[in-house]
């Protein structure tokens, strides 16, 4: 038996995959609800996503939700996606996307297009533990790096960029460097890899889950798993359901599918040495308010995604998402819809302060960034202590510890063990589950 902890896109999809295999499992969920940090609430008029905001599709997804009947409710991003905008010199702007309107654009200098060219035949070499920051602008410029990585980092995984480690987060540029000498001629020479898709599903996100959930026949809900111990007949698993007395289940094999501190929560009293470095990877604290305005108030056309700030621009919002701009019926037809986040590793002192100032902040900042007149028609807040894990030398160190803890049948996949996109916990989770 396999014992899986955790019902989010992780648990949900290795759970699946275990069904259709027909090897047995059961899948534990301390909450009441399937889905983790995917969380698609209606509010009134307004569809929130409380959690992630979208996905980005390639082949092996594509094929995935085919399988689950969900293709004929994919909602492909409006095409004014691919426009991008970046806070710079106090105005939010449209980031150049082709060489053409690089070239001619006023929104880098001339010495970071200049460096940008000139990468080519930059030989210096990545060295071991090194930050994403130093990667860049030692192959790029400053500039380049504060007003593109930079953001980015924050757009992904609200991280700075001084902590998170190349080999981690990007470890493709690495492989890039390395074969080619330069990332840019190794991006025309290798291609810019699969396409990809940003969309969303009609009801949002959660509809992936939800059917996920409907597939499964072995879920316990509301069945908190409270320890991990080795056990003659292999695993000892302590569980308590619906706040009752504890029970003991024994399994051949489990699988982790949750964040790096729950589990070294527990594993702790039986294998203590690897939940002490589990327990030491960062998780950046974000705080979401989402906002809608009368479509008639607001002076910025918000054809894009949405806007990010870079560090350096010393904003209040670290990035905003233009969710009415890319998704239909997310608000009023006379209204648009912004979700912006705040804290983040950069200001996570920002995540801190009280509801009610934070709305606060935020509107006044969406009012004068975006040319608003109005007053807000609708404005809610949600927030996570522990969001999103940092890919930095804590987590490089903790998931050394998974080869250690494998030898125990004990198993990980979740958004910390490889990369926290959703497609990519989708994959990893599959893939685990053929090795099982
Ligand atoms: C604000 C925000 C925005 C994001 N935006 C995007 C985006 O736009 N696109 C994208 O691709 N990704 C995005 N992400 C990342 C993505 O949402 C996550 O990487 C992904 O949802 C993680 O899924 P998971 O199944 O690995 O873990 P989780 O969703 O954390 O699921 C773990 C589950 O384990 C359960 N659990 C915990 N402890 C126990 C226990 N002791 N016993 C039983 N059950 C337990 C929890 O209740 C939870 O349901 C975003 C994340 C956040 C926080």
Redesign the pocket.
């Known amino acids: 038996m396999i014992v899986i902890?955790?019902?989010?896109?992780?648990?949900l999809t290795l759970a699946y995959e275990l069904e259709k295999a027909k090897k047995p499992y059961i899948l534990?969920?301390?909450?009441s609800r399937?889905?983790?940090?995917?969380n698609s609430v209606k509010v009134n008029e307004y569809l929130l996503e409380v959690?992630?905001?979208?996905?980005?599709i390639d082949a092996a997804f594509d094929v995935f939700l085919n399988e689950l009947n969900l293709s004929s409710s994919i909602e492909d991003a409006a095409l004014v996606n691919k426009n991008r905008f970046i806070y710079k010199n106090g105005r939010v702007q449209q980031v150049p996307s082709g060489p053409l309107s690089f070239l001619f654009s006023s929104f880098f200098s001339f010495q970071t297009k200049r460096t940008i060219f000139k990468e080519i035949f930059n030989t210096s070499k990545t060295v071991e533990n090194e930050s994403v920051y130093d990667f860049f602008t030692r192959r790029f410029s400053k500039e380049f790096t504060q007003y593109t990585i930079d953001p980015f980092a924050t757009g992904v995984y609200a991280g700075d960029i001084k902590q998170l480690l190349i080999e981690e987060t990007f470890p493709s540029l690495v492989a890039l460097e390395k074969e080619y000498g330069s990332i840019i001629k190794g991006v025309f020479k290798k291609g810019f890899g699969s396409r990809r898709r940003t969309a969303s599903l009609k009801g949002g996100l959660q509809t992936l889950t939800n059917t996920l959930a409907s597939r499964i026949s072995n879920l316990s809900l509301q069945?908190?798993?409270?320890s991990v111990s080795k056990h003659e007949a292999g695993l000892s698993i302590a569980i308590q359901k619906n706040g009752a007395s504890i029970e003991n289940m024994i399994a051949d094999k489990v699988v982790f599918?949750?964040?790096a501190f729950?589990a070294a929560e527990?594993l702790q009293e039986h294998f203590s040495d690897s939940a002490a470095q589990l327990n030491k990877v960062r998780y950046a604290p974000?705080k979401?308010v989402y906002a809608a305005f009368k479509s008639k108030d607001v002076g910025h056309a918000m054809r894009g995604f949405g806007c990010l700030y870079p560090s350096v621009e010393s904003s209040f919002l670290a990035g905003t998402i233009w969710n009415s701009s890319i998704f239909k019926e997310r608000c009023p037809e006379d209204e648009i819809l912004t979700t912006s986040?705040i804290g983040g590793m950069y200001h996570p002192e920002y995540s801190n302060l009280n509801e009610e100032e934070i709305k606060e902040r935020a509107v006044a900042q969406l009012k004068k960034d975006l040319s608003i007149t109005g007053d807000p028609t609708f404005v809610y807040i949600a927030g996570?202590e522990k969001?999103?894990p940092q890919y930095d030398i804590h987590l490089k160190v903790a998931r050394k510890e998974l080869n250690t803890l494998e030898e125990s049948t004990i198993y990980f996949t979740?958004?910390w063990t490889n990369s926290?996109?959703?497609?990519e916990?989708i994959q990893s989770a599959r893939n685990l589950a053929l090795s099982l």
């Open positions: 902890i955790g019902a989010g896109i992780s648990g534990l969920e301390s909450s399937t889905g983790g940090y995917i959690g992630p905001n979208s996905i980005l069945t908190k798993v409270v599918c949750g964040t729950n527990l974000i979401a986040f996570w969001a999103i979740s958004n926290i996109s959703l497609g916990c």
